[in-house]
């Protein structure tokens, strides 16, 4: 799944007045709507975002940002803790805690092959290099950011997460947070919870210790609907959601996918509640078919495959080297296939054109 | 750049094999396959992937109370594709669809949308319901207004000077009202030709413990 725009209030550095406006119809499509500088100005409230999304579709609703239950209804399992239960999910975390995905492999084994795939992938942004001036700095930024608030949303992770803001109370309505509300940006207060203007908001770094007994009994009052979900469900492993990073638009500007993949996937460059391999999972390139002829004309539909063919894997198979210069924990080189008995680079890819890297993490 | 809805290759198993035959007859080529040789796995497989967009809404139109027929046929010819992995993305083109936070809590002020560059044709409502009605409009005009909520700022030169009145008589002392761009009159607004004039308003409910978000996931969940 791909919830791939972010509100651009939470993104600025630009001059332009209408920074926020967006189109009144929901029907018209309209291009404007990308503007603000990147990274977010807060990756806390960035994350924030994500995991009520995360919530409102898999824990049934979310506390906004000043502790107001909203309800969705919605009970989709984003983390299908089915797929790693059983004898896989036993042997799924390695000694070092990184994730194996089971479903995958599992699938893989039926099916004769080998490598990694499967389970439930959140994508992380769509052609990043296209909105907000991201760069592998300022994505990797965001990207973790994302990461942790959808973990922490979901109940995803170890003792580091803390899941309080989205159910039952949130910390948005804590005093602290409501002082900055009124207080005038860059004040003390102003500072935790971001431009005045923003309201307050909650927070994801590992502060949470702050939702104070005051805070309870401030979301007590609100009038608002309960929501249909506690916070009783246990954590779920790292592995029960899987991450899908870069997914830049043109495969065919090798030099620019070459130069964010050698930032993004190394590890030292993220958060450390961001370096396993669930959240590294996949890196993600699309491509184009069209060039090769492939249009929706039944009579093309044999272009996709000279596309892929002639055009794709070859690349593909050129980055292969770089990659692998890389931990095997995040990538996904030819040596660690080769371990898998696979015999060329070629089959630890996914074919996909809009593609995803994986191999046997 | 991005994709429609585009079919891509995924994850899984279609396998090759050997052509077994040439054969040139004249100027026709004459094709046989062993189906059963397999020359080596291709982990891929047809799936799709699908981008938000206002076809593949529930409702036409920007109409949400109407089922889209379109809507329907749509997503039941993904699900008869049987696809083991499908991407789904909701994307800025649509903002509406696949944004819920538009905008940015306000604190204590209750605004409307933000202001809109392709032109404001949507009524919506301002709701106190819950904090004691609509006590005061502290901003509002049909106009050009610059800033966000908290701190809109008048465009002189493209402002309908009966915006305040218009708003306060519409919604002081109500839990809840309905502003429509057609209230209010474009050609008293001043704004030059060409210029699509826009509501901004902001006002506060009774109950000064009020907090304002602005989640709406009516079009995103359509």
């Given amino acids: 799944m791909s919830f791939s725009t972010a509100p651009t209030w939470l993104y600025s550095g630009t001059s332009d007045a209408a920074q926020f406006s967006y189109v009144d119809d929901a029907t018209v499509p309209w291009y404007g709507y990308n503007r603000g500088i990147a990274p977010a100005l807060n990756g806390s409230d960035l994350g924030a975002y994500y995991g009520r999304l995360a919530a409102w579709y898999a824990r049934g609703g979310f506390a906004d940002e000043y502790g107001t239950r909203l309800v969705s209804g919605h009970a989709l399992n984003f983390t299908d803790p089915g797929r790693v239960a059983g004898a896989c999910a036993a042997a799924g975390l390695d000694r070092e805690g990184f994730a194996v995905d089971c479903a995958g492999n599992a699938r893989r084994a039926r099916l004769g092959l080998t490598g990694g795939g499967g389970g439930i992938i959140w994508e992380v942004g769509n052609e990043v290099d296209y909105e907000h001036g991201h760069t592998p700095q300022s994505y990797t930024a965001d990207f973790d950011a994302i990461v942790r608030g959808v973990r922490q949303a979901l109940g995803i992770g170890g003792s580091h997460m803390d899941d309080r803001s989205f159910h039952g109370i949130s910390n948005g309505n804590s005093p602290a947070i409501r002082h900055a509300v009124a207080a005038p940006s860059g004040t003390e207060a102003a500072e935790g919870a971001g431009p005045s203007l923003r309201g307050g908001v909650s927070r994801l770094d590992g502060d949470h210790a702050a939702v104070s007994s ?73 491509a184009y078919p069209t060039q090769g002829g492939f249009t929706p004309d039944p009579d093309t539909f044999s272009g996709m495959f000279s596309y892929v063919d002639d055009l794709f894997l070859p690349k593909v198979r050129a980055w292969a080297p770089a990659w692998s210069a890389y931990e095997r924990r995040v990538l996904i080189g030819p040596a660690r296939c080769a371990d898998r008995g696979v015999r060329t680079a070629r089959s630890c890819f996914f074919a996909r054109v809009v593609w995803s890297d994986r191999c046997g993490v | ?53 206002h076809l593949l809404l ?59 560059v392709q032109g404001q044709t949507q009524p919506f409502t301002l709701n106190c319901s819950l904090y004691g009605g609509i006590a005061t409009v502290e901003f509002a005009s049909f106009g050009t207004a610059s800033g966000a909520c908290g701190a809109y700022a008048m465009d002189a030169t493209c402002h309908d000077s009966a915006s305040l009145t218009i708003v306060q008589n519409a919604c002081v002392q109500q839990p809840w009202c309905t502003l429509s761009p057609a209230m209010f009159n474009l050609s008293a607004s001043g704004c030059g030709a060409g210029v699509a004039p826009y509501l901004a308003v902001q006002v506060q409910c009774a109950d000064p413990s009020a907090r304002h978000t602005y989640w709406d996931f009516t079009a995103v969940d359509s």
């Fill in chain 1, 214 to 286: 005051d805070a309870a009994a401030v979301a007590e009052t609100v009038n608002a609907p309960s929501p249909p979900v506690t916070h009783s469900e246990a954590l779920l492993p790292l592995n029960a959601l899987f991450f899908n990073g870069m997914n830049l638009p043109n495969i065919d500007n090798t030099s620019v996918v070459v130069e964010w993949a050698r930032y993004f996937l190394n590890t030292s460059n993220h958060h450390p509640a961001v370096r396993d391999a669930a959240a590294l999972a996949y890196i993600g390139y699309h």
């Fill in chain 2, 1 to 53: 750049m991005a994709a429609r809805v585009a079919f891509w290759l995924a994850l899984a198993a279609f396998y090759r094999v050997a052509a077994d035959t040439v054969t040139l007859v004249n100027s026709s080529v004459s094709v046989s396959v062993q189906w059963a040789t397999v020359t080596g796995p291709v982990l891929a497989e047809p799936s799709v992937q699908v981008v938000s967009q």
């Fill in chain 2, 58 to 116: 529930r409702s036409q139109a920007g109409e949400l109370s109407s089922e889209n027929s379109i809507y329907t046929n749509s997503w039941a010819a993904v699900a008869d594709l049987g696809v083991r992995n499908a991407r789904f993305a909701g994307w800025f083109p649509y903002a509406k669809a696949g944004v819920a936070e538009l905008d940015p809590p306000s604190g204590s002020a209750l605004c409307g949308p933000a202001m809109w």
